[in-house]
DNA sequence: ATGGCGATCTGCGATCGA
C-alpha cells in the first residue's frame, strides 16, 4: 500500500496538477497540507472521481489539511488534542488553537493502518509569538505520539514538519541559521518525537544525502538545488516492519503550476 | 547586501509562507 504525503500549498490554485500527479502515481492514501480553503470548498468530486474517500480539516485562506484514501475511513480526528489552550496567547492570555494543522483516520486496509497528516507551523520570525506556537503545537503533537504508540499498532504520521533536521537536510544549511525551521528547540523537537519510537521512512530506505521535498519559488532556489527536506512519514515499529520502500517525487517540482513541496511515496506490505 | 515568487482576499496592496 502506497501513502503519500504531499503540501500542496492551495489545493484549488493546482488542482489540475494535483490530479494529475495523483492519477500518475497511484498512491492508496494522500495525506495533503496547505489546502487553503473551508471544507466547504474542497474539490472533493474530482477527488471522488478518481475513487479517493475524502476527509478535510479546513480553514479559510490559510492552513488546512486533508486525507484522502481508496480504502474506507474511520474514527477521524481533527485538530490535536490540548486545542482549548493550544494557541497564540493575546497579552498573555490563553486563547484556542484555531489554526487546522492536523487530521488523522483508520484506514481499513486488509492490515489496517492509522495515519495522521501533519503540518507543523512555521514559527517564523523567530522572537515573535509564532515560534512558541511551533514549539507548543510539537509538544502537542508528541505527546499525542505517545498515546498513539501506545497502542502498539501500524501507524504513519505524515507530512510538513517544518524543521530542518540536520545540516545534511539543507544545501546550504548556513542559509538557515537564523530561521525558525533549523532552530535547536525545532530540531530537538522532532528528535524528541522521533526517540518516543518512530523510524523516519527516509532512513528505512536510505535515501542518500540531498534527497530534498521543498524549494522555496524565489531566487532560483529549484534551478540552484537549494533545497531542504522536512516532510516526512514517521512509522510506528509495527509499519516500520512492513515497510518496502520509499520515492521522492523530485519531477512534480518541474510540474506546470508546481507547489514548493513534492510528494514523498512510502510503499507499506499492508494489503 | 538585498530581493527575488506565489497564494489569498483584507482584493490591485497587505499578509503569509519557508
Known amino acids: 500500500m502506497r501513502i503519500a504525503t504531499w503540501n500542496v500549498n492551495s489545493v484549488n490554485a493546482r488542482l489540475p496538477t494535483v ?4 492519477e500518475a502515481a497511484q498512491p492508496d492514501v494522500a495525506c495533503f497540507q496547505e489546502i487553503k480553503c473551508i471544507d466547504e470548498n474542497f474539490p472533493r468530486e474530482a477527488f471522488e472521481s478518481l475513487g479517493y474517500n475524502v476527509e478535510t480539516h479546513g480553514q479559510k485562506s490559510y492552513n488546512g489539511v486533508a486525507l484522502l484514501s481508496k480504502y474506507p475511513l474511520s474514527d477521524i480526528r481533527r485538530g490535536l488534542p490540548g486545542a482549548e489552550t493550544g494557541g497564540i496567547a493575546v497579552d498573555g492570555v490563553e486563547a484556542p488553537d484555531d489554526q487546522a494543522r492536523y ?7 486488509p492490515t489496517p493502518i492509522r495515519v495522521g497528516c501533519i503540518y507543523l507551523p512555521n514559527g517564523n520570525p523567530v ?3 509564532k515560534f512558541p506556537y511551533k514549539l507548543a503545537w510539537f509538544d502537542r503533537l508528541n505527546a499525542h505520539a505517545r498515546d498513539l504508540l501506545a497502542h502498539e499498532e501500524p501507524l504513519a504520521l505524515c507530512g510538513d514538519y517544518n524543521v530542518i533536521p540536520t545540516p545534511q537536510d539543507a544545501d546550504k544549511p548556513e542559509g538557515w ?4 525551521l533549523f532552530q ?7 528528535r524528541a518525537l522521533k526517540y518516543l519510537g518512530l523510524s523516519d521512512a527516509s532512513e528505512l530506505g536510505n535515501q542518500p544525502p540531498g534527497t530534498y521535498t ?4 524565489q531566487a532560483g532556489a529549484w534551478q540552484r538545488n537549494h533545497g531542504i527536506r ?4 514517521l512509522l510506528s515499529p509495527q509499519a516500520a516492519d512492513r515497510f518496502r520502500g520509499i520515492e521522492t517525487h523530485r519531477d512534480a517540482r518541474d510540474m506546470d503550476k508546481p507547489s514548493d513541496h513534492v510528494p514523498v511515496v512510502v510503499d507499506l506490505a499492508l494489503d
Open 184 to 190: 535547536p528547540e525545532s530540531r530537538a523537537a522532532i
Open 103 to 109: 487530521i488523522e483516520a483508520l484506514v481499513e486496509s
Open 214 to 217: 521543498f524549494w522555496d519559488y
Open 19 to 22: 490530479l494529475a500527479w495523483l
Open 127 to 129: 522572537g515573535t509569538a
Open 230 to 233: 522536512i516532510d516526512f512519514a
Open 177 to 180: 541559521v537564523g530561521d525558525a
